[in-house]
């Protein structure tokens, strides 16, 4: 699987949306101080908002104060949540190493949460088993959103004058961080400390409490914290949502004026746009470069002169043949593919011969879903299946390829997909080299999803120097002179 912060900044972009929807049952919201009140009312807010909330926060503590059953309904309500959007139990643990290795297990094999917070009190070695696992995430506790944060936490540090115990933070978290799976929590309650906390550690993710009830102010925690992409701040929000008489109005507003002050604040961002394809400027998210730059360095991409079937000279040439012997790149795409596919609704997988067989296989492995796929040519003896596997008429079933071009490979196997009595609605490719199939399919009725598009590639390569210049410049001359 992905990284906690690789899922986390998928999410936020799928949606469009910074927003942390906080999950603390407070006895006073409910109609009865017992485990099963708080069960339901949790699960009436993550009904309510789950198309709107880019990760969910339970406070462990209204919970344990409900006694053993508070804990049993607290793994419930964070296996309620869709596998898909990120759970942030809220903890604040910290302690010794061998209390942390149990307090590690506890959070992420017993309940189930994909990341937790914690105080960096103890030091790096009471943080040691939290991070082990990237895909397992911590916000670490640097400058909190309550008035008594001021007693420890902006004294200054006698080896380094000047610098405060909260800045001091900021910097180890960077040096800390070499899972990819550690981020900070500064209150929103301090956007001069959000801003300095921006400058100290520029790429992590930052948990910003205290928007509302707190005091905090929404349009100043933007200013100060977003990233340059847009990315990097998680605004969690509670009773400002639960509490509101329609809950789902409000998580949509609430993400809805995100949207509109961060683009006042940092007017040169696009939105976050969802799938990959949708964007066509900006930097890549760093796990799509990541991905795009092992491709090139995998021989996937190519650049110089090439004979196309077509018998055209092209000067870039994509063959994902290549991925077969390259595994560790082919469990990177797979994961790709199955961060696309956690927000479709389908039955089975049904990769297309030949390139997409073995990802179809490796996706199919990785996330648990049956595959298929449709023969080129019908078998001419034996069971003369033209669809190999198992399946049943009616069920759905997402097209899985390598490429999109124009299109033809997709609507073939479609209409043969679609004589065994299988219904299609998506199809996902790893590359849309934007020559005409997405507009094809939609007026077919169908959604094409890309984990990247060519020109998103090229635009990444161009900004990095990693293709030269002349060669990025003529693979888009052709590439407009044959486009449609």
């Not at 104060?65 to 309904?73: E, S, T, Y």
């Not at 302690?95 to 297990?105: G, R, V």
């Not at 490796?362 to 648990?368: T, V």
Request: one cysteine or more.
């Amino acid at each position: 699987m992905a990284g906690f912060f690789t899922r986390l900044e998928a999410r936020a972009r799928q949606i469009d949306s910074l927003l942390c929807v906080g999950l603390d049952p407070h006895t006073v919201d409910l109609p009865a101080p017992t485990a099963a009140a708080a069960r339901d009312f949790c699960l009436r807010l993550i009904e309510a908002t789950a198309d709107q909330a880019a990760a969910y926060k339970p406070n462990a503590a209204f919970f344990e104060a409900l006694g053993p059953d508070g804990w049993a309904v607290l793994r419930e309500v964070i296996a309620a949540v869709p596998d898909n959007v990120p759970v942030i139990l809220d903890a604040k643990r910290g302690d010794i190493a061998s209390t942390a290795e149990a307090y590690a297990q506890s959070a992420f094999a017993g309940l189930g949460a994909d990341a937790i917070t914690l105080s960096p009190y103890l030091g790096c070695d009471s943080l040691t088993p939290f991070l082990a696992d990237p895909q397992r995430g911590v916000f670490l506790l640097c400058k909190t959103s309550n008035p008594g944060a001021a007693d420890l936490q902006d004294l200054t540090l006698a080896g380094a004058p000047g610098q405060t115990l909260w800045e001091r933070v900021a910097d180890l978290a960077r040096t800390w961080n070499e899972n990819d799976n550690l981020g900070l929590v500064v209150g929103a309650t301090h956007p001069d400390a959000l801003r300095r906390v921006r400058q100290l550690a520029p790429e992590l993710w930052v948990l910003a409490p205290g928007v509302g009830a707190q005091g905090g102010e929404l349009e100043a925690a933007l200013r100060a914290g977003v990233r340059a992409d847009g990315l990097g701040l998680l605004v969690p929000v509670s009773r400002a949502i639960s509490r509101a008489a329609n809950p789902r109005q409000a998580a949509v507003e609430l993400v809805e004026k995100m949207r509109a002050l961060r683009g006042a604040a940092h007017p040169s961002t696009a939105p976050l746009g969802g799938s990959a394809q949708d964007a066509s400027a900006g930097e890549l998210p760093s796990h799509a470069a990541a991905l795009a730059d092992a491709l090139l360095a995998a021989g996937c991409v190519r650049f110089g002169q090439f004979t196309l079937k077509s018998g055209l000279q092209s000067p870039i040439y994509l063959d994902l043949r290549q991925l077969i012997s390259t595994p560790a790149l082919l469990a990177q795409v797979a994961d790709a593919y199955v961060t696309v596919l956690r927000d479709l609704k389908f039955d089975r997988l049904a990769a297309l011969p030949y390139a997409a067989l073995p990802i179809g296989t490796a996706i199919s492995l990785k996330g648990g879903w049956p595959m298929i796929y449709p023969r080129k040519e019908v078998k001419g003896y034996g069971t003369g299946a033209a669809i190999e596997g198992a399946y049943a008429s009616g069920e759905q079933v997402v097209v899985i390829d390598d490429l999109a071009t124009t299109g033809g490979s997709k609507f073939e196997a479609i209409d043969k997909l679609k004589t065994a009595g299988l219904n299609v609605r998506d199809v996902i490719v790893l590359i849309d080299r934007q020559s005409g199939a997405r507009e094809a399919l939609v007026e077919a009725g169908y959604a094409l999803h890309a984990v990247l598009t060519l020109s998103q590639m090229l635009d990444h390569w161009a900004r990095t120097r990693r293709v030269p210049a002349a060669q990025i410049t003529a693979t888009r001359a052709f590439l407009a002179s044959n486009r449609g």
